[in-house]
């Protein structure tokens, strides 16, 4: 999703775990294991990784 026409003041972002907090075991999460991403595209992934549809809930 591009966001560029947009100020990032009204943009939420979440951090997302790059590797999965299951698969990597239990261990301190540094900053290089997390990417920033917008709301949107952060649930658009979780979604994704599941295998299920954007409107499926």
């Known amino acids: 999703m591009n966001h560029d026409h947009l100020p990032a003041s009204i943009i939420d972002f979440e951090a997302h ?4 907090v299951a698969d ?7 900053v290089t ?3 920033l991403l917008c709301a949107t595209c952060h649930r658009l ?6 295998g ?4 499926d809930r």
Do not use: Q
């Open 45 to 50: 992934l979780h979604i994704i990784a599941r």
């Open 33 to 35: 294991d997390l990417a």
């Open 24 to 30: 990597a075991g239990e261990r301190k999460t540094k």
């Open 52 to 55: 299920r549809a954007w409107d």
């Open 17 to 20: 775990h790059v590797t999965s």
